[in-house]
């Protein structure tokens, strides 16, 4: 079974600030890593995945993510935020022959202040 | 590009009714999912399918079925509606083989009072 903690329920930031949201897996087996993104009363929409190869993976928006094996940790940044990049942010993990069903943490809420 | 579609947006049901919750994509994918919401839980996998005639249980699928009797859509259903249902329920699909990507629709709003 796999399982997905993201360290930070909350994060405030200010505009044009550095930031990153934490996410650690735990899994028996390899799996494939995501991070999608919830705008209010709307549903996912992906951001970025790694499925093999280079461990920094750009997303959408300006965001990208870096797989470390090691740490299991596949961590979401963004260089400098925008108002519009207020949200909830959720990683999820799918383990190859799974049938792409994914196993999401409980989300960080990203707040992005003037 | 509707995507994936979910009938209805909201709805409120009283305990021990029942309802079914249509998802219709239009992305001729294999793989349809259905996920409920709940504050602080993330998402969680209700039911799934991986093609058409075909479901699976997920990790939370007591006192919901499902049925996939055509390609492009997945309904899940309520049988006796319980407080402990009262969630924001998303359908996804998946293409599968490489493209991994999943799409979600807007979500239902139930509340069982």
């Known amino acids: 079974a796999q399982s997905v903690t993201q360290l930070d329920s909350q994060v405030p930031v200010f505009e044009e600030a550095p930031v990153e949201l934490r996410c650690n897996y735990s899994s028996s087996v390899s799996v494939y890593l995501f991070w999608y993104v919830q705008y209010p009363n709307q549903g996912l929409q992906l951001l970025l995945k790694y499925l093999s190869g280079s461990t920094l993976v750009k997303g959408i928006n300006g965001f990208e993510a870096e797989f470390n094996k090691s740490q299991t940790s596949f961590h979401l940044r963004k260089p400098s935020v925008h108002i519009s990049d207020t949200a909830e942010y959720f990683c999820?993990?799918?383990?190859?022959?799974?049938?792409?069903?994914?196993?999401f943490g409980k989300g960080t809420l990203l707040t992005v202040n003037p | 590009n509707a995507g994936v579609t979910q009938t209805p947006k909201f709805r409120v049901l009283k305990t021990g009714q029942s309802m079914t919750l249509l998802c219709a994509q239009d992305m001729n994918h294999e793989y349809m999912y259905w996920y409920r919401q709940d504050p602080g839980m993330g998402l969680r996998l209700i039911h799934y399918?991986?093609?058409?005639?075909?479901?699976a249980k997920g990790e939370v699928p007591d006192g919901y079925n499902v049925s996939r009797l055509k390609k492009q859509n997945f309904l899940l259903g309520l049988e006796s509606a319980a407080p402990s249902q009262t969630s924001v329920y998303f359908c996804?699909?998946?293409?599968?083989?490489?493209?991994?990507?999943?799409?979600f629709g807007q979500g239902t709003r139930l509340t069982v009072v």
């Open positions: 996804a699909s998946t293409q599968g083989q490489m493209n991994t990507e999943a799409f």
């Open positions: 999820a993990v799918s383990p190859p022959g799974s049938n792409y069903k994914l196993t």
């Open positions: 399918s991986v093609g058409e005639g075909t479901t």
